[in-house]
């Protein structure tokens, strides 16, 4: 069975940073592209960051003007989003998501973590 | 970038109701197009993908159509477990865009 468990998250202070996690378990990791999807308080869901399989490709949300990296370590099967810079406009939950073979669609999500950013 | 639009933003609908979502992307996304179900305070869940695909496991009362521009979910008779919010997202190119949602709720 597929799982994908996020941890990291956290109250942090606006200019700040976290670094999120999660943690594979269920299929090969290393075979398929994983992605970051996050959503705020009441709102819709958005895309954050996707890296490929082999950790080569990243692609990231323009809006997020460089202040998050996404990463992973195919020895510990775990995904990673580094996010420094932090508003609050990016409180919201983060889910971590698997990406189905070879496309951009998410058919595995984690239960999420959730950022909130106050001062 | 790809713009995601859905109608309604929301419906009211009874069990055993025909509910019908449309999604519009802003410039063609061939079948490029995947439906989630969102439940409160649970992580999304694939329903459909490549505009018409039923995903492994989701009751057949589901079901997708469309390509190009314009995308439709239909759920034939809406049962009790399937009031929640659908998004439709674009799986075409990044940056990947997502609808605002429709959230579909008791009569």
């Known amino acids: 069975e597929v799982q994908l468990l996020e941890s990291g998250g956290g109250l942090v202070q606006p200019g700040g940073s976290l670094r999120l996690s999660c943690a594979a378990s269920?299929?090969?990791?290393?075979?398929?592209?994983m992605s970051w999807v996050r959503q705020a308080p009441g709102k819709g869901l958005e895309w954050v960051s996707s890296?490929?399989?082999?950790?080569?490709?990243?692609y990231n949300a323009d809006s997020l003007r460089g202040r998050f990296t996404i990463s992973r370590d195919n020895s510990k099967n775990t995904l990673y989003l580094q996010t420094n810079s932090l508003r609050a406009d990016d409180t919201a939950v983060y889910y971590c998501?698997?990406?189905?073979?070879?496309?951009?669609?998410?058919?595995?999500w984690g239960q999420g973590t959730l950022v909130t950013v106050s001062s | 970038d790809i713009q995601m639009t859905q109608s309604p933003s929301s419906v009211s609908a009874s069990v055993g109701d025909r509910v019908i979502i449309t999604c519009r992307a802003s410039?063609?996304?061939?079948?490029?197009l995947v439906w989630y179900q969102q439940k409160p305070g649970k992580a999304p869940k694939l329903l459909i993908y490549?505009?018409?695909s039923l995903q492994s496991g989701v009751p057949s009362r589901f079901s997708g159509s469309g390509s190009g521009t314009d995308f439709t979910l239909t759920i034939s008779s809406l049962q009790p477990e399937d009031f929640a919010t659908y998004y439709c997202?674009?799986?075409?190119?990044?940056?990947?865009?997502f609808g605002p949602g429709t959230k579909v709720d008791i009569k």
């Open positions: 890296i490929s399989g082999d950790g080569v490709k990243t």
């Open positions: 410039q063609g996304i061939s079948s490029w």
């Open positions: 269920g299929f090969t990791f290393g075979s398929y592209a």
């Open positions: 490549a505009a018409s």
């Open positions: 997202q674009q799986a075409n190119s990044f940056p990947l865009t």
């Open positions: 998501a698997k990406n189905d073979v070879a496309t951009s669609l998410f058919d595995c």
